[in-house]
């Protein structure tokens, strides 16, 4: 994969803001939320503000996402703040919509990376974009399913292609929502350098208190950014309330890595 670089080049280009920050909701959940974050957040590290507008929730009856009228809210962000917008995609129709809507971010769920025919699908229907596209390991402790929806999309010609490591599900007693598995991502990193590798300590730990012990984790694995979920208000949040951080608490969380990696 020796020419899809242009992502790790573009990380290159903004060293300053090494590693990349992927933060803001885990849902977008009202017009005034997602405006109230992204005005929050930027003058942080965040590049890109995150929001879930299609919520794969694993049960039903619970909030499954504000649908498109989200796009338009993400991009009046993006035009507030000048944040770059991301949002999960999960089949054709929420790329065409995404791509309409100018979202500058699409990543792939862990739901539906499990599903090869949804990753072909969304392959297709992303056929050549220069969009950034993000693919979270599948929610199973399985490095060939996860290397083969970036292989569907490598083949797709997506030139900007990255992965997310959010944690793998597990029937056992854990501390952690998903356990981390790291020599999972590790291999995944040995066997493509060239794709960056982004870490997801919020669904990986579930619990606010555990993210910067994580992030730690993936910046010390050299892993190439980070996706925090954040949220003015998580207690209140409509989903994952446990495990979000204040945009105050996101900026703490980058002085103390900051500090850490001073005092190396
Ligand atoms: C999310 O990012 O909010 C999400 C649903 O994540 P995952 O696909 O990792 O469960
Ligand atoms: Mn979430």
Known sequence: ??????????LEAHRLEHPLVIAGPCSAETEEQVLKIAHELKDSDTTYLRA???????????????????????????????????TEVANRAHVDLALEHDIDLLWIGARSTVSPFIVQEIA????????????????????????????????????????????????????????PEWQIAVDFQSKYP??????DPSHITGKRDMILEVSQTALDLNYDGLMIETHYDPDNAWSDAAQQVTPDSLKQIFLDLRIRKEHD
Not at 54 to 83: D, Y
Not at 132 to 148: M, Q, R, S, T
């Open 1 to 10: 994969m020796e020419n899809k670089k242009e992502f790790r080049n573009w």
């Open 52 to 86: 879930g507008i299609w919520k794969p929730r694993t049960r039903p009856g619970n909030f499954e996402g504000v649908g498109a009228i989200g796009l338009k809210w993400l991009q009046k962000a993006k035009a507030e703040t000048g944040l770059l917008t991301a």
């Open 124 to 179: 297709d229907a992303l056929q050549g974009t220069d969009k950034v596209v993000l693919v979270k390991n599948p929610v199973n402790p399985d490095l060939a399913l996860w290397i083969g929806a970036v292989e569907r999309l490598y083949t797709a010609d997506i030139k900007n292609l990255g992965v997310i490591h959010r944690g793998f599900s597990t029937y056992d007693k854990s501390k952690y929502r998903n356990n």
């Open 194 to 199: 060239d794709i960056p590798l982004i870490c």
